[in-house]
């Protein structure tokens, strides 16, 4: 057991998202483990399935396994293309209890109140709902329906929920998938690639002010050049997040060393 606490920060970023895992299999290959997560969208996913207890390869089987993209799960009635309410009952499988309160992992999700127009921190009750709402991605996901109201990717206003971290952890470990690409008008040819870039930039804008409050971060640079939709590249993905973690590991294990 840790002698002093250890907080895991999880941005969106659709499949970059998968470059967390790469991360936490870093961080157990050094017997490194969180003990507060508060994640985002993708990141909400990720830690949601490592709060649960499952393994870095545990998680990335289920990512490469699952798809959300199935004709099963296409929105019918309602604004967007996928509805997440049909792929509920299959995410509940990889939990052995649909509740924050069994994990062993505290976890915070973070959505975003679509009638409210503002951010809500998720830590109790119901777990899987919530997941779901964090990551409904606008026009690409049907809003998320919990009781009476409806919520879409926490990203929106929150790409990177550090607040329910910050006076509860000693060290705060944040890992951010989303840098900003160069780019030029000869690329933004679709409505997908217009949504994309203007997601990007505005997560980006109020995430980017609040790297400094880790004491250390891990953004893989080269995740610059992929979708955010684009499956096939989930191997590369990891791959990605696992060397960059790598290459922090000498870092983070000095500097939690000196909590001691």
């Given at each position: 057991m840790n002698p002093y606490k250890i907080g895991l920060v999880l941005s969106g970023g659709g499949v970059k998202g998968v470059a967390h895992i790469g991360l936490l299999k870093a961080l157990e290959e050094h017997d490194i483990y969180p003990d507060c997560i508060s994640g985002?969208?993708?990141?909400?996913?990720?830690?949601a399935l490592y709060a649960s207890g499952k393994t870095a390869d545990e998680i990335f089987a289920i990512f490469q396994k699952v798809s959300l993209f199935s004709f099963s799960n296409f929105a019918f009635g309602k604004p967007g293309l996928i509805d997440l309410a049909r792929f509920k009952a299959q995410f509940q499988t990889f939990f052995d209890v649909d509740t924050y309160e069994s994990l062993p992992i505290t976890l915070f999700i973070n959505a975003t109140d679509l009638i409210k127009g503002q951010t809500r921190i998720f830590s109790k009750g119901p777990?899987?709902?919530?997941?779901?709402s964090s990551s409904a991605f606008p026009l690409v996901f049907s809003p998320y329906k919990i009781g009476d109201d409806l919520y879409v990717d926490g990203g929106v206003i929150n790409n990177f929920p550090i607040e329910p971290l910050l006076n509860k952890c000693d060290y705060i470990l944040g890992s951010y998938v989303n840098p900003i690409k160069?780019?030029?008008a000869k690329h933004i040819t679709n409505t997908l690639n217009v949504m994309e870039r203007v997601y990007e930039i505005a997560t980006s804008y109020t995430s980017l002010q609040k790297l400094d409050h880790c004491?250390?971060?891990?953004?893989?640079?080269a995740l610059d050049s992929y979708n955010t939709f684009d499956m096939k590249k989930a191997a590369l993905i990891y791959q990605m997040g696992y060397e960059e973690a790598k290459k922090s590991m000498p870092l983070?294990?000095?500097e939690l060393e000196s909590l001691r």
């Open positions: 985002c969208s993708a990141g909400a996913m990720v830690g777990l899987v709902d919530t997941i779901l160069d780019t030029e004491n250390r971060i891990i953004l893989p640079q983070i294990l000095k």
